[in-house]
């Protein structure tokens, strides 16, 4: 029995009427789980599964709700590997992630989405099963006879920076150290709402907002992501986020930058606004403007930026209360060790990954001797013990959504059109992508992003186009010799031009 499950039984036993899980029921009304009834409704949902022969690698497409936990602490109960998958993967990244990880069976809420779409897979689910879950009804597939789950508990699919996003492989023991580390950081309690803003397919939330929550005896606040503001992996509204930490009562939240933005802005036009509950909000997923938590703390907003990768478990350091320095992602959990290489380069010990899943299903790390895996970002440790990132090694961005975006996948997508000789794409800690774009024929270049677009999920889609002046090229600097945009260069070159697509906003 994990620590997890120990501790679930300890608020079993001790407070059995306390509510575990919110939300709502598809006709709208409140649901209400207590401590006390989680197991038994747990154990209802195993019927989703336990078919003949019983499934051993179950993927989740499901919405933010009572269910979507139930499921994922009854599977980790029964030992069965799980694949969530995001709501913003595209087919293909779908069918990549299925045939991957050997899924045998998919859980869904949503099957008016999932039916068409294994259909369109070429996979024709051969059982289908319904149960009745707290807030919704859920369909169980079986779509390929039970293989075996390998050495993982949790594979998380990342964005995906080229068109194949990378299976993380994850053991529960990791997870768990992780969230054990982050009750502590965090000071969750018996006493907190944890509004979940994020999709549980994201691993952060999955650890910090259902096995941290759950650690403290607190109450986890399930509304789908629609109820607050949520659209895709890019798509906001800002004053339903802001109203839903009000009307729930939050004192806990995780948030990506952009909705960090939002809240800001929100309060800054509307004081009244300001979440009068909240406590903690955490900040990550993607680079954080100092200016911007500058702001936050003039509005009293009690924002902690933090860092970490889904190789590690989700969180490496954060921002807390009692140790707090605008500008860094916070100390180290107490369970990291990190190492900086001659490079610069950020090596993270403690609570990782088992590899990436290949594609014959066998699995790699990329550990060194030492135990120590590398980050790919450039950082240090100054001398009160604050980490400070200062990029990243490689070309890969992150948006403002906290999405990994690789600019060759995407301006090779573009460059496939007739229409686009070359291009060149921007986005890091932004709310879109902006296409620097040598034009062959410049009326038809929009149609030509909308098609490379249609091929593309959502958050790495171009946002916005510059047109170039001049092709990229040696002779300007902008190319280097076997013709490679020089992203550098051509930002430089740009720099006013794309700027302004932002500022538009």
Request: with cysteine.
């Amino acid at each position: 029995m994990n620590h997890l499950q120990q501790q679930l039984r300890f608020w079993q036993r001790n407070r059995p009427d306390h509510p575990a899980l919110e939300g709502h029921h598809r006709d709208g009304g409140t649901v209400t789980i207590h401590y006390g009834a989680l197991a038994s409704w747990q154990q209802a949902l195993t019927e989703l599964w336990h078919l003949s022969p019983s499934a051993r690698v179950v993927a989740l497409l499901c919405d933010n709700t009572p269910d979507t936990t139930l499921l994922d602490l009854a599977l980790m109960a029964d030992g069965i590997a799980t694949v969530p998958i995001p709501p913003y993967f595209s087919p293909e990244q779908i069918r990549h992630l299925l045939t991957q990880a050997k899924v045998d069976t998919i859980v869904s809420d949503q099957p008016q989405r999932l039916r068409p779409l294994l259909q369109q897979l070429g996979l024709q689910p051969s059982d289908e099963i319904t149960v009745e879950g707290s807030c919704t009804t859920l369909h169980s597939y079986r779509i390929a006879t039970p293989r075996g789950g390998g050495r993982f508990d949790k594979i998380t699919y990342t964005s995906g920076s080229t068109g194949n996003p990378k299976g993380v492989c994850l053991r529960n023991s990791a997870m768990l150290r992780v969230a054990r580390s982050l009750q502590t950081a965090t000071a969750a309690n018996q006493q907190d709402r944890h509004l979940a803003l994020l999709p549980y397919a994201t691993l952060l939330e999955n650890i910090g907002g259902i096995y941290v929550p759950l650690m403290a005896g607190a109450t986890i606040i399930q509304p789908t992501l629609a109820r607050v503001g949520l659209r895709g992996s890019s798509g906001l509204d800002p004053q339903r986020m802001v109203a839903a930490l009000g009307d729930y009562r939050a004192t806990s939240c995780i948030m990506i930058p952009q909705m960090l933005l939002a809240l800001v802005a929100q309060v800054a036009a509307n004081p009244d606004r300001r979440p009068a509950h909240l406590r903690f909000a955490a900040v990550g997923g993607a680079p954080v403007s100092p200016a911007l938590l500058t702001r936050a703390e003039q509005l009293g907003l009690p924002v902690f930026e933090g860092y970490g990768l889904s190789e590690a478990a989700s969180v490496v350091a954060v921002n807390r209360p009692d140790a707090r320095k605008i500008g860094s992602v916070g100390k180290p959990l107490p369970h990291v060790t990190l190492r900086t290489a001659d490079d610069g380069e950020l090596w993270v010990k403690g609570a990782l990954m088992e590899g990436y899943l290949d594609h014959d299903g066998t699995i790699t790390s990329q550990c060194d001797s030492d135990g120590f895996w590398p980050t790919g970002d450039l950082g240090h440790l100054d001398d009160e013990g604050f980490l400070h990132l200062e990029g990243r090694i490689k070309q890969i961005f992150i948006t403002a959504f906290g999405r990994n975006v690789a600019p060759e996948w995407v301006e090779k997508e573009l460059t496939i059109e007739p229409e686009i000789a070359q291009a060149a794409l921007f986005g890091e800690a932004k709310p879109f992508n902006v296409a620097v774009i040598v034009a062959r024929d410049p009326s038809a270049v929009e149609t030509a992003v909308a098609r490379a677009n249609a091929r593309l999920p959502d958050y790495a889609r171009v946002g916005r186009v510059v047109l170039a002046t001049a092709p990229f090229s040696t002779d300007n600097g902008q190319a280097a010799t076997n013709g490679t945009p020089l992203r550098h260069r051509i930002a430089e070159a740009y720099r006013d031009a794309i700027g302004a697509c932002y500022s538009k906003e």
